[in-house]
């Protein structure tokens, strides 16, 4: 599959701006499975400097200023992604007893790498009810994709998904509570559960081809970012799970960036000068197959 994904991020303030500072992950990184062909960031006003780096997960990431003085700030990131293919499920695999205590112990390389993600986040960090919410789904000695999967389906029934009933900064314990959210809080409550178990995993930010309603059109600009958790199987690699429709994760996902939560990984933040004391925010996201390659 290629996919051409159009993410535009429109800012208005009440005063003008003198001056802003912000940084991007918006490129699509590269993985085993997907190749970002092209990615062309605009910024209107146009940015005084622009610099390219790639940060401590590897993900890249564009930092730009803007000086003013301006009410309006677009930035649109337009991106072609190539998916090679889906993830294989790994066939057997340890128990996630067995995960869990290679995790603790081994000195091997790879899990070393992987251990970085076993630990508490500012915006993710396990409690008693996380760890108690977990706990069904990995009862000893069961196969650890066959406890993620597990985990995956309970988190896809036991919530609704609810845009504007949680923020960036609600808490898993809040989550748990109200059984609402978006893909965020399912995100974060899978890691949250996986970190409190002692297996490693990270938040995932990126994108999902969605279609269009029975019998309608694809709404221009009515797609949106998307977020799930990635659990660590040693001997194997990452899985990609989305509890957020119960699935794993396939060739209709894009991956733009991974760390240990939205924190790390958000598409657009900064600091302005000035602005007054409000500000709109409007968000468009496409995300179009043009080309689809026969498997």
Same mark, same amino acid.
């Given at each position: 599959m290629?996919?051409?994904?159009v993410?535009?991020?429109?800012?208005?303030y009440? /005063? =003008?701006?003198t001056?802003?500072?912000?940084?991007?992950?918006?490129?699509?990184?590269?993985?085993?499975?997907?190749?970002?062909?092209?990615s062309?960031?605009?910024v #209107?006003p &146009?940015?005084?400097?622009?610099?390219?780096?790639t940060? @401590?997960?590897?993900?890249p990431?564009?930092?730009f200023?803007?000086?003013?003085p301006?009410?309006?700030?677009t930035?649109?990131?337009t991106?072609?992604?190539?998916?090679?293919g889906?993830?294989?499920?790994?066939d057997?695999?340890?128990?996630?007893?067995q995960?869990?205590?290679?995790? /603790?112990? #081994?000195?091997? =390389?790879?899990l070393l790498?992987?251990?970085? @993600?076993? @630990? !508490?986040?500012?915006?993710?960090t =396990?409690?008693?009810?996380v760890?108690?919410?977990?706990?069904?789904s990995?009862?000893?000695d069961r =196969?650890l994709?066959? /406890?993620?999967? !597990?985990?995956?389906?309970?988190?896809f029934?036991?919530?609704v998904?609810e845009?504007g009933? %949680?923020?960036?900064? %609600?808490?898993?314990?809040e989550? *748990?509570?109200?059984?609402?959210g978006?893909?965020?809080?399912f995100?974060? *409550?899978?890691?949250?559960c996986f970190?409190?178990?002692g *297996?490693?995993?990270?938040?995932v930010?990126?994108y999902?081809?969605?279609?269009?309603?029975?019998?309608?059109?694809?709404?221009?600009?009515g797609? /949106?970012?998307h977020?799930?958790?990635s659990?660590?199987?040693?001997g194997?690699?990452?899985?990609?799970?989305d509890?957020t429709n #119960?699935?794993f994760?396939?060739?209709t996902? +894009? %991956?733009t960036a991974?760390?240990?939560?939205?924190?790390?990984? &958000?598409?657009l933040?900064?600091?302005?000068?000035?602005g007054?004391d409000s500000?709109?925010?409007?968000?468009?996201?496409? +995300?179009?197959?043009t080309?689809?390659?026969?498997?």
């Open positions: 290629i996919y051409r994904i993410h535009r991020t429109s800012y208005r009440s /005063a =003008p701006v001056r802003s500072r912000n940084e991007a992950h918006l490129r699509p990184r590269d993985t085993e499975l997907q190749h970002c062909l092209s062309e960031l605009a #209107d &146009s940015p005084t400097c622009v610099a390219e780096r940060d @401590f997960f590897g993900n990431v564009a930092s200023a803007v000086d003013g301006f009410r309006e700030l930035v649109t990131s991106s072609s992604v190539s998916v090679e889906c993830q294989a499920l790994p057997g695999g340890p128990t996630w007893d995960a869990r205590d290679q995790l /603790a112990g #081994d000195l091997a =390389p790879e790498a992987a251990r970085e @993600f076993c @630990f !508490d986040s500012p915006l993710v =396990p409690s008693s009810p760890r108690a919410y977990a706990e069904p990995f009862p000893p =196969p994709v066959d /406890a993620v999967a !597990d985990l995956t389906e309970r988190i029934h036991d919530f998904y845009p009933s %949680t923020t960036i900064t %609600t808490p898993l314990e989550v *748990l509570d109200h059984r609402r978006v893909c965020q809080d995100a974060y *409550l899978a890691v949250g970190h409190s178990i *297996l490693a995993a990270r938040y930010s990126g999902l081809e969605t279609s269009p309603p029975a019998g309608g059109e694809r709404r221009i600009g797609d /949106a970012s977020a799930w958790p659990v660590f199987v040693p194997s690699a990452w899985l990609d799970v509890p #119960d699935k994760v396939g060739q996902y +894009v %991956t991974w760390g240990r939560d939205y924190a790390d990984v &958000s598409p933040k900064g600091i302005v000068f000035g007054g500000h709109t925010l409007e968000v468009a996201v496409d +995300v179009t197959r080309v689809a390659v026969d498997q």
